[in-house]
């Protein structure tokens, strides 16, 4: 079975918790004894009725206060396809949450009150899912039981929000879907309350939505993680090195460089878990073996020889600042980009891009916490790269203090 990362996002009570948890006790994807914690703990707070986002909401705080503010991740499959959940926070403050829980999504649910229609926040979540390159929305249009299942409702804000989204470039597919997550309609059976709504429910449209072509399988890329070396008589002239294929497909006889040396040789062998195999492609970790005798190391990247990727010190990104310690004019970090770490400086502040009207904003040098906007790096070693539409693993990068240690940006090449 495939795999399907998804994500969920909108305002705050919007009801993204519910959802994942009625979509989990739905599917029976629980344990019995998850379900009676949760029918306790819901008997304890006083909630009318079984509160099921208490199955992704874990931290004290959260259940106090009934909202979610660390990503919390859950996993569940179905006869047709495997699962991970990442139920993000919808709070402003918690923006750093959400692009950290949807960097690795194929997918993302945007939930929309149906009493509010589409809000600031549904605007910022879904810029977020496109500068992210989410090219798959689900846009569920939630608690339709409070607009006694209103069709004019839901058309009404499918409009505005298709108003919105044409503004956005990353975007594949959207999918609407009136549900109510309290009462399960339309999230995994199909609702006798709304005839009128003829498409798929929820996880219809989640097993059977095509995310197959979002790896780029045409230029190959392989960043060096580790050199196998074994001290055995019976592998002694071994040397391997492992990493995870972020692009391309490599086959044994292939022609590859090196970088940053220049040197060209061939694929020997690829040895995976189970063995030799014929051919290897993203996201997939394996070992190569090379024709000849390179110095190759962590950091360096095999790629094929009519195929190579940007090399450079000067670097213009999209970053989401993270740290709580706003940036300094001119700051200087560690930059960590797939295998390879470098030092790096900011050299300006191009913009910030207000995530609500989608404007960007000019004349800063700084930013704050869960500020996001263009800069302009200088790193003090090469980086071997491709733009972050075009590769979301060489095309992404994070910045740490070099005094803390403090992962304190995420960015994405532009």
Not at 61 to 68: D, S
Not at 276 to 291: D, G, I, K, R
Request: charged share 25%; with cysteine.
């Amino acid at each position: 079975m495939d795999l399907l990362r998804f994500t969920t996002a909108g305002s705050v009570d919007d009801g993204k918790s519910t959802l994942i948890g009625r979509l989990l006790y739905d599917s029976k994807s629980i344990f019995e004894d998850q379900l009676e914690a949760v029918e306790e703990s819901s008997r304890r707070r006083g909630d009318g009725n079984v509160n099921l986002a208490l199955l992704t909401d874990g931290l004290k705080a959260e259940r106090e206060q009934g909202i979610t503010i660390d990503v919390a991740y859950r996993y569940f499959a179905t006869p047709r396809r495997k699962f991970i959940i990442a139920d993000t926070p919808g709070h402003i403050q918690y923006t750093r949450n959400m692009v950290t829980g949807a960097s690795t999504a194929n997918l993302a649910i945007i939930l929309i009150d149906a009493r509010k229609g589409v809000i600031e926040q549904t605007k910022r979540h879904s810029f977020v899912a496109n500068l992210l390159r989410i090219q798959h929305l689900v846009v569920a249009v939630n608690k339709m039981d409070l607009v006694d299942y209103s069709e004019a409702v839901y058309d009404g804000i499918c409009e505005a929000f298709r108003e919105f989204a044409s503004r956005l470039d990353n975007i594949v597919e959207i999918t609407f879907i009136p549900i109510s997550a309290l009462n399960g309609d339309n999230v995994v059976d199909k609702s006798s309350n709304m005839p009128w709504y003829e498409g798929p429910t929820l996880l219809y449209h989640l097993e059977h939505v095509y995310v197959g072509g979002e790896e780029n399988h045409v230029e190959a890329r392989f960043p060096v993680q580790w050199v196998i070396r074994p001290m055995t008589d019976e592998w002694h002239d071994f040397r391997g090195y492992a990493g995870r294929v972020a692009g391309g497909v490599f086959k044994p006889g292939d022609a590859v460089t090196v970088l940053p040396s220049g040197f060209s040789t061939r694929v020997r062998e690829i040895h995976g878990p189970a063995g030799a195999l014929a051919e290897a492609f993203a996201p997939a970790s394996v070992c190569l073996t090379l024709e000849d005798e390179i110095d190759i190391s962590r950091g360096d990247m095999l790629v094929k020889s009519n195929n190579p990727p940007q090399v450079g010190q000067n670097i213009e990104a999209m970053v989401c600042w993270f740290s709580p310690r706003p940036m300094p004019p001119r700051a200087r970090f560690v930059l960590r980009h797939t295998t390879l770490e470098t030092k790096a400086v900011v050299q300006a502040v191009r913009y910030h891009v207000d995530i609500n009207t989608l404007h960007k904003i000019e004349g800063v040098d700084g930013f704050a916490m869960n500020d996001i906007g263009r800069v302009s790096l200088r790193t003090a070693a090469p980086l071997f790269y491709d733009s972050y539409r075009r590769n979301r693993q060489t095309g992404s990068f994070v910045l740490i203090d070099p005094d803390t240690n403090e992962t304190v940006a995420a960015g994405m090449i532009v």
